[in-house]
């Protein structure tokens, strides 16, 4: 058994196993590793219930912690998923809006446990880059949306 130097621990009120078997539905690169159950009884939880689940997105690794209600998420925290082309960011938006999850502006969205996507196509991240007034269309362009249009983008980049 290998233990990552550094994981990302994420707070989920109970449901930490169901989230993370979703993402590794909807992600390449990614899967549930090991489900731990606690060994007493505990704030969140009596003993035997589930208490951490090991898993990665697109190969980073993750434990979701069900640590009860003390404490929500909220986009200080978000996952930024890479997207090649319109078809791969319609994929990933519908599937998390589509399980109970929530649109937010700029290629934000929130899944069903709370936690926040960004949704980002490289046509995008490519218009930030190259600054300027190109840039500057492309900003403008991308705050008016929800879900990220490529084909909008590309067209504000182009004046």
Excluded at 15 to 36: G, L, M
Excluded at 37 to 53: C, F, H, I, R, Y
Excluded at 128 to 133: D, R, S, T
Excluded at 136 to 143: G, H, I, L, Q, S
Aim: aromatic fraction near 10%.
């Amino acid at each position: 058994m290998s233990i990552a130097k550094n994981t990302i621990c994420i707070w989920y009120d109970k449901d930490a196993e169901a989230a993370a078997r979703f993402y590794a539905e909807t992600f390449p690169d990614t899967h549930v590793s090991a489900v731990r159950t606690a060994p007493g009884d505990n704030p969140s939880g009596k003993e035997g219930a589930v208490l951490t689940v090991e898993f990665s997105v697109m190969g980073i690794p993750c434990i979701g912690l069900n640590g009860g209600p003390a404490f929500k998420q909220s986009e200080a925290f978000s996952f930024q998923i890479m997207t090649e082309d319109q078809d791969e960011t319609d994929r990933y938006w519908n599937a998390i809006v589509g399980n109970g999850g929530e649109e937010s502006m700029c290629g934000w969205c929130k899944d069903k446990w709370g936690i926040s996507w960004q949704i980002t196509p490289r046509a995008l991240s490519e218009a930030m880059i190259a600054g300027g007034p190109e840039a500057k269309r492309a900003f403008e362009a991308m705050m008016s949306m929800k879900k990220i249009d490529i084909a909008k983008i590309e067209a504000a980049r182009r004046g």
